[in-house]
């Protein structure tokens, strides 16, 4: 049971940095750089309802500022 646990540990575990990385992708796509404390944030979120919604904000957001605004109201 207790090798199950640490599975299931593991695999979301998995789960958060894929989707972490893939808002630092996007970042480094569009603007060729993820700010510090946007990465900060992001590599604190545990939540991958929160992540889910950075990854739409990171294609559809117009800047960098903009992003920065939205982390605000979370």
Avoid at 3 to 25: A, C, H, P, T, Y
Avoid at 43 to 69: G, P, R, T
Wanted: hydrophobic letters at 40%; aromatic letters at 10%; proline letters at 1%.
């Amino acid at each position: 049971e207790k090798g199950m646990e640490k599975g299931r540990q593991e695999g979301w575990q998995k789960v958060l940095n894929v989707s972490k990385n893939n808002i630092f992708d996007i970042f480094n796509l569009r603007f060729q750089k993820v700010p510090y404390l946007i990465k900060e944030y992001i590599d604190n979120c545990e939540d991958l309802d929160i992540l889910k919604q950075l990854f739409h904000q990171a294609i559809l957001m117009n800047s960098i500022d903009e992003f920065n605004l939205s982390l605000e109201t979370k």
